[in-house]
């Protein structure tokens, strides 16, 4: 089945200690979101990809980063991850851009310590 | 800004009654989504009404939309025990600059209750 994959569900990092967290996609879309999403609350779009092109939210810290090396993959880097940074972070895709609707992935579950 | 806002926060049933939930938002739209999550998972998909719409079904889904009071409500018909999840509305931003981003409300979490 098409589908979006997140690795690890679980991530568990220190105190400025930097953390990648994966995506990938089956679905051949072109755009790719990473939200964050804190206990009891709305989803927050961090950035998204349409093909290659990098789009970033204004109120997203310098600390989130993101890559998205093909069509299948994307990554979220945090670079020194603070307490305020543990969430769940959910990776999303949609065909195209403007008025279709996004497919989620299981999400990952970060802790910092 | 946010976009949407949800009412009630909290909504308890018993299986087999029907759930209302309310969403308004600010601004003027293209579309209005609604999505389920389960607890500690991600977003699943549920329903898309264009601004042009005023009623859309799937199964036991009902959703409205009333773009003159800025409002839509999602109404689950006989309610099992494995709707109990968070219900959320999404809405993509102002009509005349669209950017086909979406931003989700605050969200209304449903008990249903065997």
């Known amino acids: 089945d098409a589908m979006v994959i997140q690795n690890p569900r679980y991530q568990v990092t220190q105190f400025g200690k930097p953390v990648t967290l994966s995506c990938s996609q089956t679905?051949?879309?072109?755009?790719m979101y990473w939200y964050q999403q804190k206990s009891s609350q709305a989803p927050k779009l961090l950035f998204h990809?349409?093909?290659?092109?990098?789009?970033n939210e204004a109120d997203t810290p310098d600390n989130f980063q993101s890559r998205r090396p093909n069509t299948s993959f994307c990554f979220l880097d945090i670079r020194s991850p603070g307490l305020g940074d543990a969430a769940m972070y959910l990776c999303?895709?949609?065909?195209?851009?403007?008025?279709?609707?996004?497919?989620f992935g299981p999400g990952t579950r970060l802790t910092v310590t | 800004s946010q976009q949407g806002e949800e009412d009630p926060q909290a909504l308890s049933i018993q299986e087999g009654e029907n759930a209302t939930m309310n969403c308004s938002y600010k601004t003027s739209i293209n579309n209005l989504q609604w999505y389920r999550q389960n607890s500690g998972r991600g977003l699943v998909h549920l329903i898309l009404?264009?601004?042009?719409?005023r009623e859309k079904h799937s199964g036991r889904l009902r959703v409205t939309l009333d773009t003159s009071k800025k409002s839509s409500s999602l109404l689950i018909t006989a309610s099992r025990a494995a709707d109990t999840a968070s219900y959320f509305c999404?809405?993509?931003?102002?009509?005349?600059?669209?950017?086909?981003?979406?931003?989700f409300g605050q969200g209304t979490t449903l008990q249903v209750k065997p």
């Open positions: 679905l051949n879309h072109n755009v």
């Open positions: 009404i264009r601004s042009n719409e």
């Open positions: 999404a809405t993509d931003g102002e009509g005349s600059s669209n950017t086909g981003k979406l931003i």
């Open positions: 990809y349409y093909d290659k092109d990098f789009n």
């Open positions: 999303a895709t949609s065909r195209d851009w403007f008025s279709y609707e996004q497919y």
